[in-house]
């Protein structure tokens, strides 16, 4: 009997693909593929999306596969997820930014409708297509030459009930890293989850994956974590945590550029604990001398870092977080 009432209540839940226009006449002529899963019981909205970086694919396949468990699973409301947020990227796999107009959409936030083509599609993801969702996440992790650690990113902005929740959003991934950002960063163009917490909306953004492969591992981290938020918003069943360890609650994101050309050798990899003074990288010249040493600025853990040897002055080759290792209750 049950069974039977497992398979009725599925047949009632509605799936359907959309293609999703924005009002800005910089974005005419451009629709983004939407698949929309509706509850017959009523609930909150929430929107996944993945691609605005074409190649970081993990966050991409996750929702694909996130499509297939709302359609059996969805007990109340409505999930909205867009694979593919950065649809110019496409053709020529563009590694981090919108060859339109060449920015990092990632930093565009929250955008203007007046703006550039990355300022208006981060204005029209917040201000339309998630305008009313209870929760926006957004699924990164290792473009074509970076491999990043397996992280969380939390924005604060000095209100205790909001802050806690948005930090337990960013925990549900659980991650080996959150990244917690001052209210006072919000200010500056940023990630869409600080342009949500501007907006008092909350909001979770996970990295995990590497020089665009697709990684199971990491795949299932960016599914499971939006599994576990759908959670706890009351859309889903609870889903049960498979990393028990204690979280690093990073404070301070600091960003090295190789300060010069050459070929880099890599001492660390993302997760790993430096120490404030270690040498993580050594550049050497095309002869195969060495050159220059990168230095850690702080202690702290390595969030991502490039995997090409050859760089040059301003690559950027190391995100590094200072902080503290917590445990989550």
Not at 76 to 105: E, F
Not at 137 to 164: N, Q, T, W, Y
Not at 246 to 269: D, M, S
Not at 273 to 293: L, M, P
């Amino acid at each position: 009997m049950k069974d039977e009432q497992n398979h009725d209540y599925k047949e009632q839940i509605h799936y359907s693909t959309k293609q999703v226009t924005f009002r800005s006449p910089v974005l005419e002529g451009w629709n983004w593929t939407v698949h929309e899963i509706t509850s017959p019981v009523p609930g909150p909205l929430l929107c996944v999306m993945a691609g605005i970086h074409v190649n970081e694919v993990d966050g991409i396949e996750a929702t694909f596969q996130l499509v297939e468990r709302f359609r059996r699973e969805l007990r109340c409301g409505t999930v909205s997820i867009m694979p593919i947020v950065n649809l110019p990227a496409l053709a020529d796999r563009s590694q981090h930014v919108c060859p339109i107009d060449g920015k990092n959409i990632n930093f565009s936030f929250p955008g203007s409708s007046q703006g550039t083509f990355s300022e208006a599609l981060a204005d029209a993801l917040l201000n339309e297509w998630a305008a009313d969702a209870a929760c926006l996440i957004d699924l990164h992790g290792g473009d074509l030459c970076e491999r990043v650690a397996r992280f969380s990113v939390a924005p604060m902005i000095g209100d205790k009930s909001f802050d806690e929740f948005n930090f337990t959003l960013a925990a549900a991934f659980a991650p080996d890293i959150i990244v917690r950002i001052p209210p006072e960063l919000l200010m500056k163009p940023g990630r869409s989850c600080s342009g949500r917490a501007r907006q008092r909306k909350f909001a979770a953004f996970a990295e995990a994956g590497g020089n665009g492969l697709l990684d199971e591992n990491s795949v299932s981290f960016h599914r499971d974590g939006v599994l576990r938020v759908a959670s706890l918003l009351g859309m889903i069943e609870e889903q049960a945590r498979t990393n028990e360890k204690q979280p690093f609650i990073a404070t301070e994101y600091h960003w090295l550029k190789a300060e010069i050309n050459g070929w880099c050798r890599y001492a660390v990899e993302p997760g790993e604990h430096v120490v404030n003074g270690q040498t993580i990288a050594s550049v050497y010249d095309f002869t195969g001398s060495k050159i220059h040493d990168v230095i850690a600025p702080v202690t702290g853990v390595v969030l991502w870092r490039c995997t090409h040897a050859i760089v040059t002055s301003e690559t950027d080759l190391f995100g590094i977080a200072a902080g503290e290792l917590r445990r989550i209750e």
